[in-house]
């Protein structure tokens, strides 16, 4: 049935329409007009839009970019590099960076090996043990990270207009950059460039909590295991937004090598 919304909304992304105005930088302010790439306008094919996103990250000096893996295979499709001004997200490429985060061989092997974690420490009981009660906290685990993705990155973002790529700030004291970081939880830019609270984070990460309850066992299903789960959630993406802010620095200054 989840699989079956998906496919919908998917049908309604490619059917929305184009965003038109530019995000703010990773600094949390405005671009000016005269920062500003060609304008996104809806006469635009979404092709160039798109092209033009993708060539915001290229136009960043190499040593502080944002790759699309990091260390060539921790996906990272939903960093900015710092400096960069992209348009904002059709709904159609928020719907592909969702995807792409779903469906990535690398989620296959995460939650494969927090299924194992789970299993070894019999955090559920109730699905058992073995390799029979791997497959149980497999199969959840990987809903909760697909059904998260979507809500928070494709969904709500659309129906809010809010871009939930994460902007890099790149530059600055080490502890203003990673409260930085850790903070676009809360906040995130909307189609016109404004910080707004990030509502597509904070009810997205619910949605999927409360959806999970429906393939849970009853004894895990209590306020205190779904705000444990939630919390581990937020925590868990606040301290992704960290590591990419940080990453061009310890590619270059510790492993000395490009991002």
Do not use: C
Request: aromatic fraction near 12%.
């Amino acid at each position: 049935m989840i699989l079956l919304g998906f496919s919908s909304i998917s049908a309604f992304a490619q059917q929305a329409g184009t965003p038109q105005t530019t995000p703010s930088t990773g600094s949390g302010q405005t671009p000016t007009a005269s920062q500003q790439p060609a304008k996104a306008g809806a006469s635009q094919p979404r092709q160039s839009q798109a092209q033009t996103a993708s060539e915001a990250n290229r136009s960043v000096p190499l040593s502080q970019q944002q790759p699309e893996r990091i260390l060539g295979i921790i996906p990272n499709y939903r960093a900015v590099s710092a400096g960069a001004i992209p348009p904002p997200p059709t709904p159609k490429e928020a719907f592909k960076i969702a995807t792409k985060n779903s469906f990535d061989y690398s989620a296959f092997v995460f939650v494969g090996i927090t299924s194992l974690l789970a299993e070894g420490t019999d955090a559920h009981p109730q699905l058992g043990k073995g390799v029979q009660g791997f497959g149980n906290y497999y199969w959840r685990g990987f809903v909760d990270k697909t059904d998260g993705n979507y809500w928070v990155v494709f969904i709500l973002p659309t129906f809010l207009h809010q871009d939930e790529r994460y902007y890099a700030m790149g530059n600055g004291p080490f502890l203003k950059r990673a409260a930085y970081a850790a903070t676009r939880i809360l906040i995130t830019p909307n189609y016109q460039g404004h910080n707004t609270f990030n509502a597509s984070e904070i009810f997205g990460r619910g949605i999927a909590q409360a959806i999970s309850t429906t393939y849970y066992p009853a004894p895990d299903r209590t306020f205190s295991g779904i705000a444990s789960k939630y919390g581990y959630a937020l925590g868990r993406d606040a301290l992704t937004n960290v590591f990419r802010e940080f990453w061009p620095d310890i590619a270059t200054k510790v492993l000395h090598r490009h991002p």
